[in-house]
């Protein structure tokens, strides 16, 4: 699996101040220490950039590669903020436009501005007229829509990054494994085959802040399993990422590795969890093991589904 480094986002006050003062050593900062941990690509989120942020994404690409050699995702809806970060890269064929959806005018733009410069485009199975359908069929059918109108633009399906929405597992549980199908469904419907993505964050939102992690880690496994080829990442959760290369390899370094590596087989082969064995004695693994249940939808979800014995490591 390859990663978007999601840790420039407007969101996070730091960050917007940073950018709106054109604070170059913070930007820089946390650009190079994503580039240093793997990122493939990182991702400038900067919101819709509404009045008076004329020449953000221009700014924030040109002074990150003073000091590394990055690849971008360009996060906005303002098409003309984004094409200006398009225009400063010397490679505008492998970044990313994030994101078109199966609205046709959002889809349009996105999608021609994809064409435009050969680039991978990221594409949310949702629209504003349906929202997020429940199942996986009626994600396939954005999915199709997406798709009729990247092949009608030149845009070929190996550029495609399809993302069926992750819900948070506080919000609506059973949307956690109709995701999951859906990666499965996107990978299996498509000739040339579709790339497909998910922001990890998502299904772990609202949740206790010391559950997330484990939440993010065990869901990153699962959808590995089904085939997932990219994710929107934490760059910074040095765990999550030695979870999915462990799970990806086979090669366990510690006891609990080898329940995430039997977790990924599962899904690989359309196994059962009841066939999934573990030592239920190790207090990590327990804790695993629950959070598989309430993502596959087997155990209702509770802040509390971990009780205070439950070390998460």
Not at 37 to 54: H, K, Q
Not at 67 to 74: H, I, K, Y
Not at 170 to 199: C, H, R
């Amino acid at each position: 699996m390859r990663f978007i480094g999601e840790n420039i986002h407007i969101i996070s006050k730091k960050t917007r101040t940073a950018i709106e003062e054109r604070n170059k050593e913070f930007i820089q900062d946390l650009a190079k220490r994503q580039a240093g941990v793997g990122m493939s690509w990182i991702d400038l989120n900067i919101g819709p950039a509404r009045r008076g942020s004329e020449g953000v994404m221009q700014w924030l690409t040109s002074t990150i590669l003073e000091v590394t050699d990055a690849t971008f995702s360009f996060d906005t809806s303002n098409i003309s903020e984004m094409e200006q970060g398009f225009k400063s890269v010397s490679n505008p064929q492998d970044c990313i436009v994030n994101s078109a959806s199966g609205d046709p005018e959002r889809l349009a733009n996105m999608m021609g501005l994809a064409a435009k410069y050969n680039s991978n485009i990221i594409s949310l199975t949702m629209s504003n007229e349906t929202g997020i359908p429940k199942d996986p069929d009626g994600r396939l059918e954005i999915a199709s829509i997406i798709i009729d109108k990247a092949a009608e633009l030149g845009v070929d399906n190996t550029k495609i990054l399809l993302d069926p929405l992750v819900l948070p597992v506080g919000v609506d549980q059973s949307q956690a494994m109709e995701a999951l199908n859906s990666i499965k469904v996107f990978k299996e419907s498509f000739d040339p085959q579709v790339l497909t993505t998910i922001g990890l964050s998502n299904v772990s939102n609202g949740s206790p802040r010391e559950n997330r992690p484990l939440i993010n880690r065990v869901f990153a496994v699962l959808a590995a399993g089904c085939g997932l080829d990219t994710a929107i990442i934490d760059a910074f959760d040095s765990e999550l990422i030695r979870v999915i290369k462990v799970a990806e390899t086979g090669k366990s370094e510690k006891e609990s590795d080898n329940l995430y590596i039997s977790i990924y087989n599962m899904m690989q082969e359309f196994g059962e969890l009841e066939d999934v064995s573990y030592n239920k004695e190790n207090p990590e693994e327990e804790a695993i093991y629950r959070t598989v249940k309430i993502l596959m939808n087997k155990n209702i979800y509770a802040h509390n589904y971990l009780d205070e014995n439950i070390a998460i490591k």
